[in-house]
C-alpha cells in the first residue's frame, strides 16, 4: 500500500526538504506577485490615506477539523477579523506554521487548500510565509500564526473606548455555535449532524455596515472568552455601563441543548464568526438593515443599549424578569463535573 | 434538542413564582445541595425573583471546594514526582494550594495535562509505556463511575503505568453533617439532579424518613429549579416530607444501577476529610485491595506536606451554608477569579465564583 507521507525534522531544517515541502504545499496554492518573489519580506504598495491595521494572532485548535470549519480557515479569518473590527479594510496575510513532526503531508495539504480557499474569500493576498518542524510530542499537528496588514480610511474612528451612553448594541447572528461544536466534538457527543462552527470572514459584513453606519463607534468580534467577556471588556474600556435583554441574545436550539447538557452558560462560549457594533442610535436602524442583508447577518438584532449606569458592568435583564450581572469569564470554560 | 425550551418557559415560570408567593406564608430556607444549581439558580436570577419568605442557601456540592487542603496539596506534590505525567479534570488546576498550584507546577516543569474523561488518561498511559500516569479523581457520585470505569480499563488493557489518586466522595454524609451539625435552620433540600441520576431519588430517603425533612430532587433549567422549589413550598406549608423527583427525565428512584455496579466494583466505603467539615464517617471512596495496583496512595509513598487553609478564607463556612459568599471579607477584593484565594472561587461549581460571575446589579 502506498505510505503515507509525513513531516520529518529534516522538512525543518531549512535546507532543500523545507523548500521541497514549501514549494508542494504551500507556494503554488497561494501565489500572488509579492508571494512569488520569495524574498525575505513581502514588499507592498500602500494607500496613501488613512492608517494602517496591523494585527497578529496564534492558533492552537483540537481537533484541526471540525463540522465547519478547520484550523487553516480559521487562522486567516481571524486575523482578517481581527482587522476588520478596526473598521480596516484588510490586505495582505502572512503565515506561521510550527508543525510537529510526524504530520501527514495530506493534512497540511488539506489545511493550505482551505487557508487559500479563506484567503480569496476574504479578499486578501498572503504575501509571506514560514514553517518550523518540531519534535513529535512537542505540538499537536500544527500550529498557525497569521499577521495581517489593511487599512482604514480616513473618516473611521473606531475603538474600544468609543461606547457612549445611549448607543445601541447590534450583533451579527446566534452566539455559541463554534464553541459548542468544538466541545462536543472533542467530548464525543453525537450533535455534528445538527451543530455547525460559524467561522467566517467578517471584514465584508463589516464594510456594508459602515457604508451606512459610518460613525459606528466599536466593533468587536465575540470570540474567545464569549459575548459576555468581550462586552465587559469594551465596559471597561469606555467606562460605560450595558444592559442586556437575554431574551433578545439569539442562539440556535442546538447550540443551546449541548449548552444545557455540559452545564455551560453560552455567553462564555467562545464564537468564530460573531462580532457586536456599538453604534450611536440615529445609525442603529440602518446599521442593522445592512447587517440583515448580508450572508453572515441573516440572524442579525438589537440585544441591548449602553448606558451611564454602574459603570464598568454588563447587566442582564433574563427571561424570567430578574436582573443580574454578566461578569467576565476568567480561564476555561469547563464543562461540570458536578 | 426542544427539550431544553420547555423547561426555560417563562410563562409557566411566572405562574410557579406566584404560585410560590401564594403558598409560602411563613418563613423557609432551602439548601441547594449542588454547586450547579447554585450556578443555574443565579445564572436565571431565581434568588431574587423569589418571595421574601423563601431563602436559598448554596450547599457543599461542589467537589473541588469539599477536597481537603491536604488531598489539594498531596495531589499537587504528586505531580513533582519524576517521571508522573498527572492528569485532571480542568476544575484542579488552578485551586489553591498551600504553596502554589497545578499551573503554577506545570509551568515550573512538572508535566501536568488536563483531560476531558479519565478514559483519556488511560489512554495517555497506553501512549507513554515509560511514564507513571496519574489521574486526579475528584468528583461524587457522578464521576466516580467513569472514573472507575477507567481502572477497570487499564486492568484490561494490563497496564502497569496508571493509577488514580481518589478524593471521591458521597453526598448524603455530607447532608448529614450539615442537620446534625445544626448551625443552619433548614426547611427542606433541593436534591442534586446529577448525583440523583446516579444514586436515585431513594438515596434520599433518609432525609424525610429520620429529618422530616421534604427533598425535592431538581433539574438544572430554570422551569425544574422553580418547580422543585414550588413543590418544597407545598410540602413545607401542608406539614408533608417526602422524597420527590422533579427530575424524572434523567433520575430513577433506583439510580444507574449499571454505573452503581462499576462504581462499588472499584471502590469501597471509607471515612474523608471534607473542607469545611473535617473527617465525615463512611464518606470517602478509597479503591478496593483488589486494584491496589492502580491505587496512586499505594504505589507512591505520598508525599507528606505541611496543608494550611488560605487564611482568612471562609469556604468552609460558605459550604456548610452558614455564610454567603459576599459576607467574605476577601470576596470580590483580595479573592477574585483572576485571584482566588480558595477553592470556592476556582471551581465552576464554587459558590463564591457563581457570587461573582453572577451576582445581583443592585
Ligand atoms: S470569597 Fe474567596 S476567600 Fe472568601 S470564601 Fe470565597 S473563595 Fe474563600
Request: glycine share 10%; aromatic share 6%.
Amino acid at each position: 500500500m502506498y505510505k503515507k507521507q509525513r513531516v520529518t525534522m529534516a522538512h525543518g531544517t531549512g535546507g532543500r526538504m523545507t523548500q521541497q515541502l514549501i514549494e508542494s504545499v504551500f507556494a503554488h496554492r497561494f501565489s500572488n506577485p509579492a508571494l512569488d518573489r520569495m524574498n525575505d519580506a513581502a514588499l507592498v504598495q500602500v494607500e496613501k490615506e488613512g492608517h494602517l491595521a496591523f494585527s497578529i494572532d496564534g492558533h492552537v485548535v483540537n481537533p484541526l477539523f471540525f463540522h465547519g470549519g478547520d484550523i487553516g480557515q480559521i487562522a486567516v479569518y481571524g486575523t482578517v477579523n481581527d482587522l476588520a473590527m478596526m473598521g480596516a479594510r484588510p490586505l495582505w496575510i502572512a503565515a506561521s506554521f510550527i508543525i510537529e513532526e510526524g504530520l501527514e503531508i495530506q493534512t497540511l495539504r488539506r489545511i493550505a487548500d482551505s487557508m487559500a480557499t479563506a484567503t480569496s474569500t476574504a479578499g486578501v493576498q498572503l504575501v509571506a510565509g514560514d514553517t518550523k518542524v518540531v519534535e513529535r510530542g512537542k505540538g499537536d499537528g500544527v500550529y498557525i500564526s497569521v499577521a495581517g496588514v489593511g487599512v482604514v480610511p480616513p473618516h473611521l474612528n473606531i475603538d474600544a473606548a468609543n461606547a457612549q451612553p445611549g448607543d445601541v448594541i447590534l450583533i451579527n447572528r446566534p452566539i455559541a455555535s463554534h464553541g459548542m461544536t468544538i466541545m462536543t466534538q472533542r467530548e464525543g457527543l453525537e450533535f455534528e449532524s445538527v451543530l455547525a462552527s460559524d467561522t467566517a470572514p467578517l471584514n465584508g459584513i463589516v464594510a456594508d455596515m459602515l457604508q451606512v453606519a459610518p460613525h459606528t463607534h466599536v466593533l468587536r468580534d465575540a470570540s474567545r472568552g464569549g459575548l459576555g467577556t468581550v462586552l465587559n471588556e469594551l465596559a471597561v474600556a469606555s467606562d460605560v455601563g450595558m444592559i442586556l435583554s437575554e431574551a433578545s441574545i439569539p442562539i440556535e436550539e442546538a447550540a443551546k441543548g449541548a449548552c444545557a447538557l455540559l452545564g455551560l452558560d453560552p455567553l462564555y462560549v467562545a464564537n468564530e464568526g460573531v462580532f457586536i457594533a456599538i453604534v450611536p442610535p440615529d445609525e442603529a436602524d440602518v446599521a442593522l438593515e445592512a447587517l440583515k442583508g448580508h450572508p453572515f447577518g441573516t440572524g442579525a438584532t438589537r440585544i441591548g443599549m449602553v448606558t451611564n449606569q454602574h459603570s464598568g458592568r454588563v447587566v442582564l435583564h433574563t427571561v424570567l424578569g430578574a436582573q443580574r450581572i454578566v461578569g467576565p469569564l476568567s480561564g476555561d470554560l469547563l464543562p461540570r463535573i458536578c | 434538542m426542544r427539550f431544553v425550551d420547555e423547561f426555560q418557559n417563562p410563562i409557566l415560570a411566572r405562574k410557579l413564582l406566584d404560585e410560590i408567593a401564594e403558598m409560602a406564608t411563613v418563613p423557609m430556607s432551602f439548601m441547594e445541595f449542588c454547586g450547579g444549581h447554585t450556578h443555574a439558580i443565579m445564572q436565571f436570577g431565581i434568588r431574587q425573583l423569589l418571595p421574601s419568605q423563601v431563602k436559598l442557601l448554596s450547599g457543599p456540592g461542589c467537589p473541588v471546594c469539599v477536597s481537603s487542603q491536604a488531598d489539594i496539596d498531596q495531589a499537587i506534590a504528586l505531580s513533582n514526582i519524576p517521571n508522573v505525567i498527572l492528569t485532571s479534570f480542568g476544575d484542579m488546576i488552578r485551586v489553591p494550594g498551600t504553596t502554589y498550584t497545578l499551573q503554577e507546577a506545570s509551568a515550573s516543569g512538572s508535566d501536568v495535562r488536563v483531560v476531558y474523561s479519565p478514559l483519556d488518561a488511560v489512554q495517555l498511559a497506553v501512549e507513554n509505556p515509560g511514564k507513571e500516569v496519574i489521574f486526579l479523581g475528584v468528583g461524587f457520585e457522578t464521576t466516580a463511575p467513569g472514573v472507575a470505569a477507567s481502572i477497570l480499563e487499564a486492568a484490561r488493557l494490563g497496564l502497569n503505568n496508571y493509577s488514580v489518586f481518589s478524593m471521591h466522595k458521597y453526598t448524603p454524609p455530607a447532608m448529614k453533617g450539615i442537620l446534625n451539625g445544626g448551625e443552619v435552620r433548614l426547611s427542606g433540600v433541593i436534591g442534586p439532579g446529577h448525583v440523583a441520576t446516579i444514586i436515585g431519588s431513594d438515596a434520599w430517603r433518609f432525609l424525610p424518613e429520620r429529618h422530616g425533612m421534604p427533598v425535592v430532587v431538581s433539574g438544572f433549567e430554570s422551569v425544574d429549579i422553580l418547580l422543585t422549589v414550588h413543590e418544597l413550598v407545598h410540602q413545607v406549608a401542608n406539614g408533608i416530607a417526602t422524597v420527590e423527583n422533579a427530575y424524572t427525565r434523567s433520575v430513577l428512584p433506583e439510580g444507574n444501577l449499571a454505573a452503581l455496579k462499576i462504581m462499588n466494583e472499584v471502590f469501597e466505603v471509607s471515612d474523608a476529610d471534607w473542607r469545611g467539615f473535617g473527617v465525615l464517617p463512611l464518606s470517602g471512596m478509597a479503591i478496593r485491595a483488589k486494584y491496589a495496583h492502580y491505587d496512586a496512595k499505594v504505589r507512591f509513598s505520598m508525599p507528606q506536606v505541611p496543608s494550611r487553609e488560605p487564611p482568612g478564607c471562609r469556604c468552609g463556612e460558605v459550604l456548610r451554608g452558614i455564610v454567603e459568599p459576599p459576607e467574605c471579607p476577601l470576596f470580590a477584593k483580595a479573592c477574585t477569579p483572576d485571584h482566588p484565594k480558595g477553592p470556592c472561587m476556582v471551581s465552576d461549581e464554587g459558590a463564591c465564583s457563581a457570587y461573582y460571575l453572577y451576582g445581583q446589579s443592585n
